[in-house]
Nanobody
């Protein structure tokens, strides 16, 4: 079983920056991917960014050029550096991981979410 501990959310003015962190711990063979999703009020959950164990990344078009995802494999931690934040980035941000829980099976796990509010 994996536990995900998120940190770094908060209130920031438009144009500001925040850095989210998500650390994975527990019992697992390896972590395949880690990433961030978000859900704004009244909207569906959407992908923000993901990073594979190879370092390959994927971003939502709405955050390309403003957000950067990175990963410390030794610490099983993923970071999301968010710059030039806009009010439309306001949402609950959820950490997600896909991990190998045995030699032959994969599993998914979600964090509890951290609120990001962009407002003047």
């Amino acid at each position: 079983q994996v536990q995900l501990v998120e940190s770094g959310g908060g209130l920031v003015q438009p144009g500001g920056s925040l850095r989210l962190s998500c650390a994975a711990s527990g019992s697992f063979f390896s972590i395949n991917s880690m990433g961030w999703y978000r859900q704004a009020p009244g909207k569906e959950l959407e992908l923000v960014a993901t990073i594979m164990d190879t370092g390959s990344t994927k971003y939502a078009d709405s955050v390309k050029g403003r957000f950067t995802i990175s990963r410390d494999n030794a610490k099983n931690t993923v970071y999301l550096q968010m710059n030039s934040l806009k009010p439309e980035d306001t949402a609950v941000y959820y950490c997600h991981t896909q991990y190998r829980n045995s030699e032959y099976t994969m599993a998914n796990h979600w964090g509890q979410g951290t609120q990001v509010t962009v407002s003047s």
